[in-house]
């Protein structure tokens, strides 16, 4: 499964950008997609999931100004965004896209390219 992200940037705070990654290759393997980030000098935290289901997971830093959805145009389920409203200075930070996989029983994670995103005051 290959991760393509898009839709960083630059905003000021309050504003808003949208996040998306399209997943190609073996993707009736995902179990899971989501989105995490890495701040400078911070390690790398979870942002938000959405599991095969469509049950989603936040971090309490982002629940109720960030979304994360997920295309099921064609049943196909590929492609998930995250749209970040009410943006804050400590939003700021390289945001990767994930997911998931589940063969034969066991998981597998599997990293998009990170996108940056500036937050600023």
């Known amino acids: 499964v290959q991760l393509q992200a898009s839709g960083g940037g630059l905003v000021r705070a309050g504003g808003s950008l949208r996040l998306s990654c399209a997943a190609s290759g073996s993707i009736s393997a995902i179990d899971s997609m989501g989105w995490y980030r890495r701040a400078p000098g911070n390690q790398r935290e979870l942002v938000a999931t959405i599991s095969s289901g469509g049950g989603t997971k936040y971090a309490e830093s982002v629940q109720g100004r960030f979304t994360i959805s997920r295309d099921d145009a064609n049943n196909a389920k590929n492609t998930v965004h995250l749209q970040m409203n009410y943006l804050k200075p400590q939003d700021t930070a390289v945001y990767y896209c994930?997911?998931?996989?589940?063969?034969?029983?066991?998981?597998?994670?599997?990293w998009g390219q990170g996108t940056l995103v500036t937050v600023s005051s």
């Open positions: 994930n997911a998931v996989l589940l063969i034969l029983g066991h998981t597998y994670d599997t």
